[in-house]
């Protein structure tokens, strides 16, 4: 039986607060509903609401797809000239790290040049938590992080001197990776 995003949604947010993975089996019929109620989420302006909920959902499946990458992309894009949706780009950013780092890292399959392009942008922000989770992303991306050295290596000067949890974290996120490509190089 066909369950629509919404109560998928309320499932999976009802199994989360108990404690439980909710473990969703993507198919193509959700693989292709959630398409489109993304499409239609992020056409005009941004229904945050939607959006939330189809990031919950694929942030919760148990298998990957690389057919959402495309949604993805233009999601980065819509979101992250905006700090209105700094919290629906952090939730853009860690669904990502399954469904397009993930699934290129299991299936072998190259992630595409326009992903880490997005990533460079945002690595701008000046939102820590939103730089947190960008480093969170490269760092699961393994050695094809060594793409994204130059910029992230440019974030440590100006992130010594910061206080907040997230700059904290983003901080060791940088060491870490710094101390995997020596690794990298040997």
């Given at each position: 039986m066909f369950m629509k995003y919404q109560d998928l949604y309320q499932e999976t947010i009802e199994k989360l607060k108990k404690g439980e993975r909710p473990l969703i089996k993507l198919d193509q019929t959700l693989i292709v509903h959630l398409r489109e109620v993304w499409s239609e989420a992020i056409q005009d302006n941004i229904n945050e609401v939607s959006l939330k909920q189809i990031l919950c959902i694929l942030d919760n499946t148990q298998n990957m797809s690389r057919e959402f990458n495309e949604h993805f992309f233009v999601t980065m894009e819509k979101l992250h000239v905006?700090?209105?949706?700094?919290?629906?780009?952090?939730?853009?950013?860690?669904a990502s790290q399954?469904?397009?780092?993930?699934?290129?890292?299991?299936?072998?399959?190259?992630?595409?040049?326009?992903?880490?392009?997005?990533?460079?942008?945002?690595?701008?922000?000046?939102?820590?938590?939103?730089?947190e989770w960008t480093l969170r992303t490269i760092e699961s991306m393994?050695?094809?992080?060594?793409?994204?050295?130059?910029?992230?290596?440019?974030?440590?000067?100006?992130?010594?001197k910061l206080f907040n949890e997230h700059q904290?974290?983003?901080?060791?996120?940088?060491?870490?990776l710094e101390k995997e490509w020596e690794r990298m190089k040997l």
């Open positions: 905006h700090t209105k949706y700094d919290d629906l780009l952090i939730y853009t950013l860690a399954k469904h397009v780092v993930g699934e290129a890292l299991k299936s072998g399959v190259m992630i595409p040049a326009v992903y880490f392009d997005h990533l460079k942008k945002i690595l701008e922000t000046k939102n820590p938590e939103v730089l393994g050695p094809l992080s060594l793409r994204l050295q130059k910029e992230v290596r440019t974030l440590k000067p100006s992130l010594l904290k974290a983003a901080f060791s996120i940088v060491d870490f």
